[in-house]
Nanobody, 123 residues
Framework: QVQLVESGGGLVKPGGSLRLSCAAS????????LGWFRQAPGKEREVVAY????????YYSDSVRGRFTVSRDNAKDTVYLQMNSLKAEDTAVYYC????????????????WGQGTQVTVSS
């Protein structure tokens, strides 16, 4: 049974930091690219970052580049998203997802999805 379980969301003030974790099970984690997506109220879901399987290279959207860092621990089947200098516009439900295809920001290429964790940035 495939599972992706996100944790680490919450309420944080602007300028603060959070680290999201996503624990995976039920598939061969090391062979999958891992992506973080988010969906803000009234908006479509968008890619935030992803980390590839073969070399752990990473991609970031323009809106988070320089503030967020994605990493993976294949020994723990876990992917992380370190979020610094958070802004109100980062408020969203954050999802992790797994894709057998590397180098893709396309949602349709992601096979497995977590249930999401809420991140709220507010003073």
């Amino acid at each position: 049974q495939v599972q992706l379980v996100e944790s680490g969301g919450g309420l944080v003030k602007p300028g603060g930091s959070l680290r999201l974790s996503c624990a995976a099970s039920g598939f061969d984690f090391a062979y999958y690219a891992l992506g973080w997506f988010r969906q803000a109220p009234g908006k479509e879901r968008e890619v935030v970052a992803y980390i590839n399987s073969h070399d752990s290279s990473a991609y970031y959207s323009d809106s988070v580049r320089g503030r967020f860092t994605v990493s993976r621990d294949n020994a723990k089947d876990t992917v992380y998203l370190q979020m610094n200098s958070l802004k109100a516009e980062d408020t969203a439900v954050y999802y992790c997802a797994a894709s057998i295809v590397d180098h893709t920001p396309r949602e349709d290429d992601y096979d497995y999805w977590g249930q999401g964790t809420q991140v709220t940035v507010s003073s």
